[in-house]
Structures are given as C-alpha cells and as structure tokens.
C-alpha cells in the first residue's frame, strides 16, 4: 500500500506546498482561497459539490472571530445551527451526510480550564440545538481539538455529552486526538475507555497537531514545560502507534486518519488490511487545499476520504490560515518535502521510529538548550515561576487544600516586630474580607509614632551586622525564605482571596512574584557585592562598589499585597540594609505571615522590623527621621509626593539626604489602530481594565481608538464587558471579584456618577446593595480626552473610551495624561508599531497584548511623571544599585613594597 500511495503521487504536480512564500507574490485573498472553501453560501456550496463530484465526503468548519461575549457565542450557535438545517434541506439524496466540525471555545466566552464545570456546562448548553438539529437531520458533528491548554476540558465537556440520554441512538459525534503531545497515548487510552463505557460509537479523528509553534512559545513564556514532542519523528511514531489502537477498537469506533502525509496514510492502510477492517469502517481526511494529488489517490484507490472545508470570511479565519501557512512553510512539513524538495519515495516512506534513534539525542527546545548552557550554579540562575496551570488537576487540587489550610488560619493576631522582639499594643487593626465584611481575616498590633522611633531605631542597630553580613549567607537566607512561600504558595494565595478578594488566579500570581522577586534580588546582590572594574590601566585599578545605604523604611499597598512588599523588602536587605516595614491597613495579615516566614528562613533579629499602622500617625516617626537613610513607596500621588517633600527637611550637616523611590499611579492608555486584530484588542482591554476590578497601577482605564475602527471595536468590547462575572473569588467562574473598602467601592461609584455627566455611558452597573464592596464594570463612550474620568485615576472597574482622528492624535492623547506608568497598542501595521515605540510616554510599553502583569527581570516595572520617578525599576538590578550607595575605588598597583597584616 505504502509504495502505491507513494508511486500514485510522486510526480504530481505541485499543489501549494509552500504557501508562506507563495504570499509575498500572490494576493492574500487568492492564498485564502486555496485553504477556505468561501465567503458566501454560495461559493461554499459551490465547494461542497466540487468535493463531492471528486468522489469524496466533506465536514465545514464555520470560521468565525474568537468568542468574547455571550452574544458572539449565541450568534456562532445560531449559525452553526442554521447551517446544519440548511445543507440537509439542500442535501440530493446521493449526497454524503451532513457532517460540521466545532470548536467548544466558539460557544461560550468563558472556555477556561480554570472554571471546568462552567465551561463543560456553558459549552453543552450552547452545543444542544446543534445537535438537536444534527438529531433530526442524520448529520454529524466533530468537537475539533485546540490548543494543549483545553485539550482535558475538551474531553471532560465531550465525555458528559456522551452520556447525555437524549442523544443516546445518535451516532454522530466525533472528537479528536492529537499525536505530537508527550502524554498523547495515554490520553487516547482513556478517551477509548471513555467511549467504550458510554455504549456510543464515535469517530475518533487522529492527527498530529495544528498548533505546534503555539505551544512550545505558550510553554517557555509562562515556564511550563513543553508538552510537545520536539522532534517530528517523535509526533509521527506516535502517530502510528495510536493508529493502530484506533484500529483495534473499531467495534466502539470509527477511525478517521487525519493527515497529507503519505507514511503516515500508507502505514494506516497497511494496519487496515493487516487487521482486516474493510474500507467502509474507517476514512482518512484531508485538509481543503492540500495535497490533492494524495486525495485522488486514495479515491482512486476506494478508500473513503473526508476533506475538511473552513468557510467564512477571510479576516475572521487569519488564525486558521495562519496554522496552515506555519504548516506548509515549516522545515518539518511533509508535504514541503515531498513536493518541493523532491525527497525520495524510500525517504518519504521512513519508519519514523528509526529516525527517532537517530536524531532522538538532541534535545531541540530553547529552553532545553538553555538549560545546558547554563552553569550548575544555583547563585547564577534565575527562573521565573512556572504560571498557575489550571489544566492539571493537582492545581485545582492543591489550590481546594489551600483555602482549607488558609481558613484554618483566619482569626490569628500578630504582634509588632520591633529589634526581634513580638511587641503587642493596645489598639489593634482588623482585617475584613472585602467580599464579606463580617468575615475577620486576623488582627494586628498597631504601631503609635514612639514604637515607630523605636522600629527605625532598631533597624539602625541591626546595620552594621547585617552589612558586614556575606551576600551569600543573606542569599541563603532569602532564598530559604522564597523556598518556604514556594511551599506555602496556594495557602498564601488563598489568604488573598480572604484579604484582599483576588481571585485565584490573581492571588497566585501575585505570590509567584513574590518569590521570583526574592530570587532575583537574592542573585542580583550576590552579583553587585563582587564588583566591577571599571578600567584599568597601567599601574591603576579602577573599581565600581557598591555599599549598602543603612536603614530605610518600605511602605506597601494592598493591591500586591505579598509581591510588592516581598519585592522592597527583599531587595532592600538582599544589599545589605535594613527594614522598617509599614504595610497597608487593608493587608497587614499577608504582611504579617511574611514577616513570619521571613524570621522563619533566619533574617536576624532587627534586619526587618514590622510596624502596621497609620501612616499619619507615623510618618514623623518613619519619614520625617534623619535616621531612615531611604524609603522605598508603592501607592498613590499624593502621598508618594508628600513622602518625596518631607525628607528634604531630614538633610542636615550631620546626616545627609535621605532617598526615595516611590511608584506611584497611573492612567494607562491602550490604543487601537485602524490595522488592529480585534480579537486581541478586545480580550486585551478587557484583561487589562479589569482583571482584579482595575485595581492595579498598570491597569488600563482609558482606551483611544482610531475614529476608523471605533464603532467595530465598540461593538465587540460592550458585550464583552457585560459577560463579565463579578462575584465571590471562590466562585471559580468570577472574573474579578469586591474592591478592596467601602471608601474605594464610594469613590469609584461617584466616578461612574461623573462620567455619566461627562461622557456617554455605554454600560452603566446598577448600584449592588449588599455588605460586600462589589461594583459591577462601567463603560463611557466618546470620553473626551480632557474629562475628568479620562485623567484622574479611578482605581477600579471603570473605563473611558476615547475617540481619535488618526494614529497622531491618539499618541498626542495618551501623552497628555499627567501619568506615564503602562501604555499599549493593537496594530498589525510596522509603521504604528514604530511610532510608538518612538513617541508613547510611558514606563512600560506593551505591543499587542495586554498591559499588566509585568514579569521580573523580563519586563523591569516603573514609570515617570506623577507616576514614579523613572529611576530604578522593579525587577531589574539597577533597583539593587540605588539601594545601595556607589562607590568607586582607584588602586595604585605600581609596585612598592608591601607589609604583613598586622593582625594577622
Ligand atoms: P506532516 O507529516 O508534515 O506533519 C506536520 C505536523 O508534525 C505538524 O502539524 C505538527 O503536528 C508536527 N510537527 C511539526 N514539527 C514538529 C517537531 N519539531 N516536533 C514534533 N512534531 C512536529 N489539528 C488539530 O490540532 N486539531 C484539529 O481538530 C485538527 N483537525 C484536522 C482535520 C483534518 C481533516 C486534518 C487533515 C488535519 C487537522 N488538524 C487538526 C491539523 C493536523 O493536526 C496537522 O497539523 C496537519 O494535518 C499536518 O500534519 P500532516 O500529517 O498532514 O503533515
């Protein structure tokens, strides 16, 4: 069969094998049309014939945009729907069956492996009159596979539409399995078993994978590992091996070979005939567009074939002419070989198994090879923490076990740390769950302005020990105590849903920053405590040192509230200072634990001192003091600036300056250009206005879109807003949960009472009246630039969209902004990219993708203007270099003789 195959289309003519060069002379638009079958009914039905005429079966694929909102997702149902009514009225009686292939996360907005029973859950609510339709008609519907990241969800939500009794006589669903994932076989197992149990018989659709390059990307960006196999040949053993047990199942299963490679198709036809299963149990399938010289073969070899036809308009289906074009222009491609490079029939035809051997040595992954390049040397090597990976079990698993553990710890009180010593007060700070009030988190001591003087006189006695301290026992020390929240990481982020009413996914976010903080400071230290020569020349050293400042004092917010108090601390006493630490009034439990952990992990007694309070009350004791040498801010203006006024009145003859840093807020713009992919734009701004209810400094809380696309992006971005779920953090569904206090839930509510004023309120929420501090998202249209909503910061889950003529004057808006902290655009044009790389004023720019969540080290967080003072940035060295003082030393090594040590 193999040489047949491979003789029947060995000197065919080309069919488009490298599509990706193929573009730079063809239009896109003819490119398109060899992979989508058309835009309009017409042009598809036209297809369809024309596939049908070719002796062969078909199944559409209704390209459409992302799914963003509840209404895109009905829209796509509906179509879906019609479209199955509408090719069965228009079936002649010779015609194969009706047969549709789906997405899951076409149907509902909210298909995250973080919510896995809502998604199941929305995804068959929305799927029913698809089959229903499919019922009544005799047709079929396929649940096509996506990325790695839902492949379990999709078999979860594909296993309870199996058993669902009212489909039970249809045999017409189909799933898919995919060979080019490590733990493929395994899950083709139990995917057998599963529909062995449900007494259905299914087509099961073997391929290799269409989003390779995605996944080995998704893998390295957010430091999992890649779950992909990284050598072709790997991806086709296991192609062949899952063919075969597709094969001896058949009696549950019909097996349908997915694939333009011929080994592949060969090897299949082979297993086919060697297990006797006769050619009307099982299909291969073919993508539209490729390799029809192998299609003719097959048919002309009775074999049942099945081409896959997207249809749709061209914009909408890019993602998917994109996969084919990475495809057929990939170096590993079959089709590219076969065809273009005019590879062999013997070497088209080799047992992958063997070419596994060969080449199986080389590990292939960016990550891999950095992995052998670096040195064993733990002090060298910083990794990011791995992303939460709601797509395994044993993160919904260990996240359940942290809540238990974190409740079990509610209720606790922590005292002062003053020079080591727990310090209790008669006043105390309760902490409330933002999301119910009655709920106490813990309770701690509160610091009066004499404990204050005492806190910062203890940190100036801890000094000089700590200083001389080696960086590599404070490395030790600190890295301990980022191995211990590693360890704690879900109890910790779990405390966070209770204290501050982030959701899981935000709360483990924030610890992981916390500990890639620690461990980055904790290196970079170890790093600047060597030195550096500067220059040297004959008879002359030149050094670059750097000593630690003396003690400071580091006041935090509430928002990050473990990552950014983790991340001054740490980086204040990984160089050698030492610690007054204020947290928020809002946070001071997750203050306290670290505090805690830190202790635990061996910071001697007075390197860190812990003082909750009032920052009225002791700020003459922290700031106006000649004896903090820096303070280290994170919060709003107004309080940053009068911190920067007051320490100008600690220099004296005596003392010298005492140094801030502060990062303070933001009016972070993102703009949208008339090349935009609204897909991006849309779920962009939606993640950066209101993930955590906008409560960050990064968020974005203005958006300025070019006049050209504003009422297309509008009309995407509304519905999308409004199918955000705002609720208990607990609740796995919930986008963002409360706002941190009743004085922010107030502020943010007049804001929205001012921008109704103002602007046009395209989404305005209705007031919630229960105890929990839960506002709902707002909108504002055609916001002009100057109003008060566009330019103040509102710190919450409002958003103002502003109109602009053209690129020019969206840039000229976003710069107006008194801020400078985070700033983006969606575009698709080199040109737009260019200029904002050039013009847009602010710390940290982001390029078609969301504007919050900086990553230490990857992406260094500051800003400029009222947002910070464009110095040092968190997560990068030069924060450990101004926490420190400079010093530079010019050794004179002519010779001249030398003494002993004299102590020595
Ligand atoms: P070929 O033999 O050239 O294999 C190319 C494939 O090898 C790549 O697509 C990738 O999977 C893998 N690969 C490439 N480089 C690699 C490397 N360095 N290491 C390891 N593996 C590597 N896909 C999907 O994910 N979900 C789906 O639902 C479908 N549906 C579908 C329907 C039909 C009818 C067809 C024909 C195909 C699909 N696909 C799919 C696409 C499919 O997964 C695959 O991308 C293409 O069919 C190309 O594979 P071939 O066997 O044709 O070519």
Redesign the pocket.
Known sequence: ASLRLGRAVAGSTLFTPTAAAVTTRLAVGKVASGFIAGETEDETAQAIREIIDGGMKY?LDLLGEATLSEKEADDYAERYTKLIRHLAENKRPDDPEVNV?IKLSSLTPRFSPSAPEDSASEARRRAEPIFKAAMETGAHVNI???QYELRDLTIYTFAQMLKDKEHFGWDGLGI?A?S?LKDAEKSLDSLVEMIRDSGRRVMV?L??????DHEVVEANQRHWPVP?????A???AA?ERMTDTLFKNTDILTPAI????IR?LAKAIAIARQMDVSKDMYEI???RG??DPIKKALVDMGIPV?V?APFGAMIPGMAYLV?RML?NS?N????RHSFMDEEPIDEMLEDPVFLCGAAGAKS?TPQDKKKEEEPENAVRVFVNEPEPAFHLEKTHDAMKMGIEDAEATLDKFYPLLIGGHAVNTSEIITSRDPAEPSRIIGETAKANEALGRAAVESAKRAFGGWAKTKAMKRFEILTRGAAIIRERKYELAALEMFEVGKTRKEALGDINEAIDHIEFYARGAVKIAEGKITESILGETNMALYRPRGAGVVIAPWNFPLAILAGMTCAAIAVGNTVVVKPSSNSPIIAGVFVDILEQAGVPAGVVNFTPGSGEELAPALINNPDTKFVMFTGSFETGSSIIESVTHNADKKYGFTKVLAEMGGKNAIIVDESADLDMAVSGVVASAFGFGGQKCSACSRVIIVKSVYESFVKRLIPAVESLIVGSPFDLETNYGPLIDEVAKRKVESYITIGTEEAEPLLIPQKETGAGHFVRPAVFGNTPPDARIATEEIFGPVLSLVRAKNLNNAIEIANSSVYALTGGIFSRMPSSVKKIKEKMEVGNLYINRGITGAIVRRQPFGGFKRSGLGSAKAGSVELLKELSVPQSVSENIVRHGFSPDLDS
């Open positions: 199944t292939s096509d596979m996506e898919v995919q080019y659709r391929v290799k994978g269409a989003y390779w992909v196999h990284t050598l072709k790997q991806t086709d192609y997915a694939s333009h490679n592949s399938q073919t993508l490729m390799g099945r896959y996969r495809e990939s590993e491609s079959f089709l292939a």
